[in-house]
């Protein structure tokens, strides 16, 4: 028996390719396919089933894919109904695989049909489970996604997680290795650790969502408190992961469509494309074509992307760094953006030899910040709620950059402001989208609130009244 797992850390993301006897299974598959196909054809083995825990909402699968190309079955559990074919597994249902089996857990609350899949070895021995957005590493998957969809409140649905935890997956083994599909980073849960597996029994210690001592009502309010509107396009990969897409391949071609500099120029002004540039942030902030969006490819890309551009369908011109195409479109090709319609050949480089405009955003250091405090500058931070609680400028505004297209009116247009995030990845994005809009009248702080930190700019560690949610 082979468990591997194969985790994507710009989605913290966990796939799991599992083999035994000449089968293999694969859990969770990302949108491209041939890694899969590959690890099986080295390991000399059939891939007989792809177990889906659930619709995924931030990413697309690759089940349907990979079932065209392998001729294995697409596994869900209950209350599932997908529009392509499909087994749809009853709770207590074994499914061998080689020597292993693998035992149906219908685990309702995150969304109605989650399921976890329990791996029983060749000796009988419960060892592991592979438990989707169920239970995290010191979380539980969030109860509000699926409340539209399953007509139940984010409270009802919390109540069957309570059950479906206690019920199917606490009493399993202590020794049973968990394996989860997202770590943190991830907006499928609140507070997720960085570590991506575990044994069940050091959650039952260190969990708080599976306390032993823990009422119903308690469980309920703790994991439905202070959660933040899930991105926008998250019901949109639902309906993907549910009805099906357009292949890879197709994406990947269309969107591999080199563009001259006057070609990008001519088809940025004749469509609705968002001109998306993918570079190093700091290299984005020194030039830049006007208008353009900068979500650099060494951050967290594909969650940004879904969080700030809305529609997955929206067209999309791309500018990257030279022989980075092939991997920003398969990138948002993961999130269910297919509409990149080509990209600047050559690059920013390109365009500057041509002699097109350029623009740039006005940076300043902490300690250029510092000097300048005195004065009583507005600071506005675009980090998460939770990250500004634990400490802030003193008088900071927060307007998170996830919710930042939905609080555009709170920027002042006319007065001089400062923008900073951590560490300066987010504010160049925030910093781009503000360009776009017209805004000239800030400055980004270079280093964020890491550099800040050091200086002796007053902060404080309570939520002030203006915080943007």
Known sequence: MKIEQIYTGCLAQGAYF????????????????????????????????????????????????????????????????????????????????????????????HTMESTCYLLIDESGGEVALF???????????????????????????????????????????????????????????????????????????????????????????????????????????????????????EVMKRGLHPLSVDGFEAVANETDAIVLDTRNSMEFSKQFIPNSISIGLEGQFAPWVGALIPDVKQEILLITEPGKEEETVKRLARVGYDYVIGYLDGGIEAWKDAGKLLDSIDRITAEEFEAKFAAKPIVIDVRKPGEFSSEHVEDAISIPLDFMNNHMAEFPKEQPFILHCAGGYRSIIASSILKSRGFNNFADVIGGYGAISKTTVPKTDFVCPTTKK
């Open 131 to 249: 438990s989707g957005d169920t239970l995290f590493i010191g979380d539980v998957g969030r109860p509000d996604l699926a409340q539209k969809s399953a007509s139940m409140t984010q409270e009802e649905l919390a109540g069957l997680l309570f059950h479906s935890l206690r019920e199917k997956i606490m009493p399993l083994p202590n020794s049973v290795i968990v394996y989860p599909a997202h770590g943190a980073g991830s907006a499928c849960g609140k507070n997720m650790s960085k570590e991506t597996t575990d044994t069940l029994g050091h959650q039952k210690t260190t969990n708080y969502a599976l306390r032993s001592d823990m009422t119903k009502e308690e469980f309920v309010k703790e994991v439905t408190d202070d959660l933040l509107p899930p991105p926008g396009y998250f019901g949109m990969n639902v309906a993907m992961n549910k009805n099906g897409y357009d292949a890879i391949q």
């Open 18 to 109: 599992i083999s035994s006897n000449g089968e293999a299974v694969v859990i969770d598959p990302l949108r491209e396919i041939q890694p899969y196909i590959e690890r099986a054809k080295a390991d000399n083995v059939k891939i007989k089933y792809i177990l889906e825990t659930h619709f995924h909402a931030d990413f697309v699968s690759g089940h349907v894919d990979l079932a065209k190309a392998t001729g294995a079955s697409i596994v869900y559990g209950p209350n599932a109904n997908p529009s392509f074919e499909f087994y749809s597994a009853k709770d207590g249902d074994l499914l061998q695989v080689g020597g292993i089996t693998f035992k149906v857990l219908h685990t309702p609350g």
